[in-house]
């Protein structure tokens, strides 16, 4: 495995294979923890990795130079996955001192047993000589945490970006040209929208930040490296930040007894007259972490929910407690959903979840009492022609 960036410069971290959840993000393909190694007349470590395998990590190191020759561990992002190697690794390098911003210090202070530690606290735009090379740091609050930093090398022309631009992706390869290049721009999608689409608005002003480096390599916290494929990331995240709609509907929806489920295949059949991409997923079999990707560059969407208990159903409102919290911008829908003998619950409060996430509802909800009639599923077809139609103008 290659794991050089520039000379002297080496990726140290861990692929975890088997991971299988962030935090409710489903990562099907598993992930890494990025760390990287700088070796200079001063030696520097670039991030640790999540705790269970700061072993792996220290081995990787002392690979490469022993561990008294490390100066310096630059902390970019306080989060565990990050960080929790820290207390191993800083007890193995006593002499090194923790570089990181005052945010970040209080941060770490809150999560260990810093007492030993030395630190080195930098703002932005402050810089530390390594020799032939320079770290500078850029602090970028809110993507993800209000101490997240982007650590700079200018002499290489390398941006070390935390979570920015990164992937939940386990791989052989190290960098972007060794992999397929569709399917890391998925899984940087993915990433993207289950994880910092919250944040679209701090990232568009750090990538404007970015811009402005001149920059040949982004070393992020998970996945792979870019070297060969700089224009077409910087280019996704340019949309993502605005959750640019592409000519796609989304037809959502639980069931019961099925009648949902019949209006639900109504809509798309109706959607799909149109010249756009339909994607229908049951929250049932679907997991949120997918749904929530496709959301991103959606420009409609239906959702829909049966009445139980005068509310929604369960793995319903999980979905939409997720979805609402990533804040999807840019999007037009409507909700529907049958009923028993209470119209209120289902399409109602699926509505108002709609409105809470500010999509802007395209009509009144559609509603079946206990099993859609022909009406009803015409109705139904006709609304999704119109998702269709609005989204055909995003070709």
Same mark, same amino acid.
């Given at each position: &495995? ?10 140290? /971290? ?7 959840? $962030? ?40 690979? $490469?130079?022993?561990?008294? !020759? ?5 902390? !970019? ?10 207390? /191993?690794? &800083? ?18 202070? &809150? ?8 630190w080195r606290v930098v703002g932005d735009g402050d810089a530390i ?13 809110? +993507? ?8 700079? +090398? ?19 390869? #190290? $960098? ?23 944040? /679209? #608005? ?31 990331? $910087? ?5 993502? +930040?605005?959750?640019?709609? #592409? ?12 009648s949902t489920e019949k209006m639900a295949e109504a809509i798309l ?12 997923? !049951? ?8 749904? +929530? ?16 208990? !005068? ?25 529907? /959903? ?12 699926? %509505? %108002?979840? =709609?409105? %809470? ?5 395209? #009509? ?21 022609? =119109?998702?269709?139609?609005?989204? %055909?103008?995003?070709?």
């Open positions: &495995m290659n794991t050089t960036l520039k000379e002297g410069i080496n990726w140290v /971290g861990y692929v975890d294979w088997t991971v299988r959840d $962030f935090h409710g993000y489903k990562t099907e393909s598993g992930s890494t923890y990025n760390s990287y190694l700088i070796e200079d007349e001063k030696c520097a470590v670039i991030d640790a990795v999540k705790a269970p395998y700061v072993g792996t990590l220290i081995e990787h190191i002392k690979a $490469f130079i022993p561990l008294e !020759n490390i100066d310096y561990v630059v902390c !970019n992002h306080a989060e565990p996955d990050h960080s929790g190697g820290l207390p /191993g690794l &800083m007890a193995a390098c006593p002499q090194a001192e923790l570089v990181c911003n005052a945010k970040c210090k209080t941060a770490l202070e &809150m999560h260990f047993d810093t007492s030993n530690w030395k000589s390594l020799g032939k090379r320079t770290l500078s740091f850029v602090n970028t609050p809110m +993507v993800h945490w209000p101490e997240s930093m982007f650590t700079y +090398v200018p002499e290489e022309k390398l941006l070390f970006s935390m979570d920015a631009f990164g992937q939940h992706y386990a791989s052989a390869f #190290r $960098f972007d040209d060794e992999e397929s290049l569709d399917v890391i721009l998925q899984e940087a999608k993915s990433y993207y929208a289950n994880i910092v689409m919250l944040y /679209g #608005r701090p990232i568009s002003q750090t990538m404007e930040r970015a811009a402005e480096m001149d920059i040949e390599m982004i070393a992020p916290s998970h996945g792979v490296i870019w070297r060969s494929h700089i224009k077409e990331v $910087f280019e996704a995240y340019q949309n993502y +930040v605005v959750c640019k709609p #592409r000519p796609k509907i989304i037809v959502l929806y639980a069931t019961m007894w099925k059949e109706g959607a799909q007259e149109c010249a756009v991409e339909a994607q229908f997923f !049951n929250v049932d079999s679907t997991h949120a972490t997918k749904i +929530v990707t496709e959301v991103l560059d959606c420009a409609a969407i239906a959702i829909g929910s049966p009445t139980l208990n !005068n509310s929604l159903m369960p793995n319903m409102a999980g979905v939409l407690c997720y979805m609402s919290g990533l804040r999807p911008t840019n999007k037009k829908g409507f909700a529907f /959903g049958s009923y028993g003998w209470s119209r209120r619950g289902g399409a109602a409060a699926v %509505e %108002e979840s =709609m409105k %809470e996430m500010k999509i802007e509802l395209m #009509r009144d909800p559609i509603r079946a009492q206990y099993v859609p009639t022909p009406e009803v599923l015409e109705e139904c077809r006709e609304a999704g022609r =119109m998702l269709g139609k609005y989204a %055909e103008q995003y070709k």
